[in-house]
């Protein structure tokens, strides 16, 4: 902790995982030899660098950049890159320490690593938004490759800004090798990449209450955030018959208690993907209530699925879940649940799925854009959604292996940490000290 002072989120994750994985590590103490725990919350390699570029009114910009390759012991680095203010070192090796047990949950064999900017999307014209992504490449280019390090989105960074990178690495490499994932389709991208996420998260729920004789189908749903992960997570839990009745962004949270429909839902895909709208215009238009400022935890429901970002969900916020009758929380979003929160739900007997599990769908479907580039092949939508429904009931399988009690009840906390440890950690002490 002392060498990671100034990075409290880094440490929050480090914690979380030791103090998850420690009674497991003391049943198989050959775990604490060669240093093994050590080198694992030690990223391999840090690259920071900076990004100058050129805005509309002709004033240069300075950014800074960032690629965190934690883990290479199963696969190539493999982790989105972020773009938000909030990003810094300590964000991005948070989260890619999570993903290294996340890859490994998936069982394909992919490395963690994350990267980013501290830029910020908001506001920015296209023009502004391609400069950028081509200025943080014409230093990332070089730490890149299909077998090395292979990036994917993440928040602010979706199809546009992954195209954007991925063009501009094909033309400093003259080669089309595969370096990103989330790809446009017309060059390489997967069918349900995009979708990824959000369907593998409501996968994961509902084979979580199936676990238990439950069904999603009639259950109320509340959903935090509006982008990328939180409207599939809309859509496939209104597929699979729930009544979803909130979103949100960082301004506030809409409410709909009559619940979204696919009509509404394709609206705020409009206003958030193409107007780059707010949620609160949404309501506006909808003649919704909003919530200013707020997270929608203070709403009772049965499913609470957090999408948006890291600590939005706190030991009150649990509170209120709880006494609101919460019977599952799922994370969309990376840590989104502080320590405190994840206790009470513990304590409360609520059935806590976290991310590296639950939003394991989006990594496993990259894995699969890689495989399909790699054979100079494109499945068809049904056989990608396939793969991914099968990865995630395997996932929910193993984390019901390693996380269940001798009275039935599942620590899926637990059970995710100790099987992607194992799978990390065996393949460290096979290769040796390096
Ligand atoms: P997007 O950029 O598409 O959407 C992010 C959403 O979260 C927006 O609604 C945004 O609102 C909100 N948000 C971001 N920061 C904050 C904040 N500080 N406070 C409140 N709201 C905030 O990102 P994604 O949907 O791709 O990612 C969401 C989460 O899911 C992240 O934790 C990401 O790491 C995780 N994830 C994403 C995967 C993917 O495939 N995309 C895979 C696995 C995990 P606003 O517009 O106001 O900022």
Redesign the pocket.
């Known amino acids: 902790a002392q060498r990671n002072a100034h990075q409290p989120e880094f440490i929050q994750a480090v914690s979380e995982v030791v103090a998850s994985i420690w009674p497991f590590i003391e049943r198989h103490p050959r775990y604490l030899q060669h240093g093994l725990l050590e080198r694992l919350v030690e990223p391999e390699r840090l690259i920071q660098f900076r990004v100058s570029w050129v805005d509309d009114r002709g004033q240069v910009r300075v950014n800074r950049g960032y690629r965190i390759q934690h883990s290479s012991a199963i696969g190539p680095f493999k982790g989105?890159m972020?773009f938000?203010p909030?990003v810094d070192l300590s964000v991005l090796k948070f989260?890619a320490f999570e993903q290294t047990f996340k890859n490994a949950l998936t069982t394909l064999p992919m490395g963690g690593g994350k990267g980013g900017s501290d830029f910020d999307p908001?506001g920015k014209s296209e023009g502004e938004v391609m400069r950028f992504c081509q200025a943080l490449m014409l230093e990332l280019y070089r730490h890149l490759g299909a077998n090395t390090d292979v990036p994917?989105?993440?928040?602010?960074?979706?199809g546009r800004e992954v195209s954007y990178m991925a063009g501009m690495m094909k033309k400093l490499t003259n080669s089309a090798e595969c370096v990103f994932t989330?790809k446009g389709l017309s060059f390489g991208g997967s069918l349900i990449r995009p979708e990824?996420?959000g369907y593998g998260l409501l996968y994961f729920v509902e084979a979580t209450l199936a676990h238990r004789g439950q069904s999603l189908a009639g259950m109320t749903v509340s959903v935090?955030?509006?982008?990328?992960?939180?409207q599939y997570a809309i859509e496939k839990a209104m597929a699979l018959g729930a009544r979803v009745i909130t979103a949100?962004?960082?301004?506030g949270t809409v409410y709909d208690p009559d619940g979204f429909t696919p009509d509404k839902l394709a609206r705020l895909m409009e206003l958030?993907n193409e107007q780059r709208k707010?949620?609160a215009d949404y309501a506006h238009e909808l003649g919704l209530e909003f919530f200013t400022g707020r997270t929608p935890w203070h709403l009772p429901t049965q499913v609470a699925l957090p999408?948006?970002?890291?600590n939005?969900l706190d030991a009150e916020d649990a509170a209120a879940l709880i006494a609101g009758g919460v019977l599952l929380v799922a994370e969309?979003?990376?840590m989104?649940s502080s320590a405190a929160a994840i206790q009470a739900f513990h304590q409360a007997r609520v059935l806590f799925a976290p991310?590296k599990a639950a939003?394991a769908g989006?990594?496993a479907t990259s894995g699969l854009e890689m495989s399909q580039n790699a054979q100079r092949l494109g499945w068809s939508r049904e056989e990608v959604d396939a793969r991914l429904k099968g990865i995630m009931t395997s996932i929910h399988a193993t984390c019901v292996r390693y996380g269940q009690d001798e009275e039935g009840h599942v620590n899926y906390e637990s059970g995710a940490n100790i099987a992607g440890f194992v799978k990390v950690a065996d393949a460290m002490l096979a290769q040796g000290v390096c």
């Open positions: 989105g972020r938000h909030s989260l908001k994917a989105g993440d928040i602010g960074v979706g989330g990824a996420t935090s955030g509006s982008g990328n992960v939180a949100s962004d960082s301004g958030k707010r949620v999408c948006a970002t890291q939005e969309g979003a990376n989104p991310g939003n989006g990594v």
